[in-house]
T-cell receptor, first 109, second 115 residues
Framework: SQELEQSPQSLIVQEGKNLTINCTSS?????LYWYKQKYGEGLIFLMM?????EEKSHEKITAKLDEKKQQSSLHITASQPSHAGIYLC?????????FGKGTRLSVIA | DTEVTQTPKHLVMGMTNKKSLKCEQH?????MYWYKQKAKKPPELMFV???????INESVPSRFSPECPNSSLLNLHLHALQPEDSALYLC??????????????FGSGTQLSVL
């Protein structure tokens, strides 16, 4: 079965700093989802990447898919307290969706 | 309406109680899911319903009993739970549940505590 490893497991950054979260697959990665979760709440869809080399942006969050490395990276520019939460990657195509263990992001003033 | 609604938001129950979790969506999605999430862990799949039929049961104990009365509703009936079943229970839906690249829409979850 496909496994997704996320790094780092947790991250504390100062407000205004940039950061990157990685998601590496144990098998060929044809596509990938990124979700965000606030503690004790549901998952919010951020973006889906379907093709190698694809890059998508939503506000200050950019994600890329590198098929050769079987990896996706999520980059946040000028972090804000609203970015705090748990970021989860999910493998595609995979029905049903399987998640990585998540990266816990804290943004401090 | 692009929401998945879960009720209740919080539930405390004893080990001898019977309770139910409810999930509703009105997006016309034909696949619905139950996930269980323990603290600091990723969501783990429990059940999948596709076109109102149970298509996946991830070896979940029988004290959890899913039900899909119609294409918009998904229930999870709970009976004789154990304290280790305390977790956040997440419902999700997707358009068809059979194709690739299906985006899942999640509810806000039910935080369950078993005493």
């Amino acid at each position: 079965s496909q496994e997704l490893e996320q790094s780092p497991q947790s991250l504390i950054v100062q407000e205004g700093k940039n950061l990157t979260i990685n998601c590496t697959s144990s098998k060929t990665l044809y596509g990938l989802y990124w979700y965000k979760q606030k503690y004790g709440e549901g998952l919010i869809f951020l973006m889906m990447l379907q093709k190698g080399g694809e890059e998508k942006s939503h506000e200050k969050i950019t994600a890329k898919l590198d098929e050769k490395k079987q990896q996706s990276s999520l980059h946040i520019t000028a972090s804000q307290p609203s970015h705090a939460g748990i970021y989860l990657c999910g493998a595609a195509p995979s029905t049903p969706l399987v998640f990585g263990k998540g990266t816990r992001l804290s943004v401090i003033a | 309406d692009t929401e998945v609604t879960q009720t209740p938001k919080h539930l405390v129950m004893g080990m001898t109680n019977k309770k139910s979790l409810k999930c509703e969506q009105h997006m016309g999605h034909r696949a619905m899911y139950w996930y269980k999430q323990k603290a600091k862990k990723p969501p783990e799949l429990m059940f999948v319903y596709s076109y109102e039929k149970l298509s996946i049961n991830e070896s979940v104990p029988s004290r959890f009993s899913p039900e899909c009365p119609n294409s918009s509703l998904l229930n999870l009936h709970l009976h004789a739970l154990q304290p280790e079943d305390s977790a956040l229970y997440l419902c999700a839906s997707s358009p068809a549940g059979t194709g690739n690249y299906e985006k899942l829409f999640f509810g806000s979850g039910t935080q369950l505590s078993v005493l």
